[in-house]
């Protein structure tokens, strides 16, 4: 998915809130969600298509972290890209990119102990997760630190630190 050209149309990004404590824990999350993910694609190429954001909960991020990746806990972040899925798209029809959920306690967490705003924190897990729905991954050494670059670019255009430096890359290492 990491070839195509740039689009001068504009992507649905479908925002869904399926906890409401993110209404009280970060009132803005829709609008920087919708930001963070529009940055990326204007980074990056990609094909027209439309992303879904689930702002939910550790219990929901649970579920489904054992029932699709075999992991019995929350995690902050899950991409489930539906190209993947390798189903064909009809002629004509905006491709379905996939579906970022996060969990709220555990980016809240993560976001405390590393001295971050949830803010800032919400912005890098989803620019982390539509860059997984454009096919970038971390699975090797140097896809990771492509990624890691690409994502600390973006997230600089929004204002955010470098999630990757110092304090923060010690605190995720734990």
Not at 99 to 115: F, K, M, N, P, Q
Request: proline share 5%; charged share 25%.
């Amino acid at each position: 998915m990491k070839k195509g050209a740039p689009q001068t149309t504009m992507p649905d990004i479908d925002i869904s809130i399926a906890d409401d404590a993110w209404s009280s824990a970060f009132p803005g999350a829709e609008d920087a969600c919708r930001k963070a993910a529009l940055a990326v694609l204007a980074t990056t190429t990609y094909e027209a298509g439309e992303i879904s954001i689930v702002l939910s909960n550790d219990d929901q991020v649970r579920t489904l972290n054992r029932d699709y990746r075999g992991k019995d806990k929350p995690t902050n972040v899950l991409s489930f890209a539906s190209l993947d899925a390798g189903a064909p798209t009809p002629a004509n029809a905006p491709v379905l990119l996939g579906d970022v959920i996060v969990a709220l306690e555990t980016a809240r967490d993560e976001a405390d102990s590393e001295g971050k705003t949830l803010s800032h924190h919400l912005s890098h897990l989803i620019v982390h997760g539509v860059l997984h729905l454009l096919g970038y991954d971390h699975q090797e050494d140097k896809a990771a630190h492509e990624m890691e670059e690409l994502e600390t670019a973006i997230l600089e255009s929004l204002g955010v630190g470098d999630p990757y430096s110092g304090e923060a890359r010690k605190a995720a290492d734990g």
